[in-house]
């Protein structure tokens, strides 16, 4: 029997961090930065890349340029056992690359190359029927990839379900005034939505979380799981509504990637056949690991790692 798998579809880019930036650049001309470096980043393979930390061998479905940038991520994966056997790669089109400034304050602004791979994904180059050995759908994120609207999100979904696949997105800011109820046809099919608070409520056109979640649930979503900052995230379906706080973390050197570090957490979890709680503890400590360091995901080193930080925070969660 083959071990089961979670298979991530959406963006595989490199991240160029610049730390601390800030707007004097623009009045100066140069800027003294105390770090400037290169990262793999992008949804889906940050994503990959803290399952392969936890100790999974993730499956990522994403597109690649036939270049440098598409050479660097390949050998990225291929040193953390992240399977690129259902990516593919297209001539003429430069892989994503994202300019990443980060503040002094762990806040970060991007700059993003519109023509690159990042925005090209469509539903020809998802596999369906997927590999059987996959468990769990993790589709990073809604609002990325313009290609795949409602209609082919739903057909993806859809064909998850059929074959008995657990179904998760992650979400980004919907960029032309979307709804929830716009995204009805594909958001029936997901069995657990993951936004920030920042996404939710713009898509939901509501003013608090509790009112977003209800919002999605009547959309059809099973589990709605809100990432809340430092107030942690609220998790609710049609049985229960509740709150997990955030993990203190004071040392926070740049927050790129914080939600897909907690999403990557929840997946593990999930996988592990933990309670939806649990899931949920585990990526808040996810994501206050990822803070530490500059990049999406330098902070997080290991499962054992987690488990400490978890350890570590009686009383707090």
Known sequence: MKKEKIMLIGAAILDVLVHPAGPQVFQTGSYPAEEIRMSTGGDALNEAGVLAKLGESPLLCTLLGEDEPAQIIETYCKEKGISLQYSRKRAGIPTGMNVVLVDEEGNRSFLTNRNGTLRKLSREDIPLPFPEEVKILGFASIFVSPLLGVKEMAEIFRAAKEQDIIVCADMTKCKQGETAEDLREALAFVDYLMPNEEEALLVTQKTSPEEAVE???????????????????????????????????????????????????????????????????????????????????????????????????????
């Not at 400590?285 to 330098?298: D, F, H, I, L, Y």
């Open 215 to 317: 919002e999605f649930l009547r959309q059809g979503v099973k589990n709605v799981i809100i990432k809340c900052g430092k107030r942690g995230c609220l998790v609710g379906n049609r049985r229960e509504l509740f709150w997990v706080p955030a993990i203190v973390q004071k040392d926070c050197v740049d927050t790129t990637g914080a939600g897909d570090s907690f999403v990557g957490g929840f997946l593990y979890s999930l996988l592990q056949g933990k309670t939806l709680k649990d899931c949920a503890r585990f990526a808040n400590a996810c994501g206050a690991a990822a803070v530490r360091k500059v990049g999406a995901t330098e902070g997080i080193e290991s499962r054992e790692q987690i488990e400490e930080i978890l350890n570590n925070a009686d009383g707090q969660i």
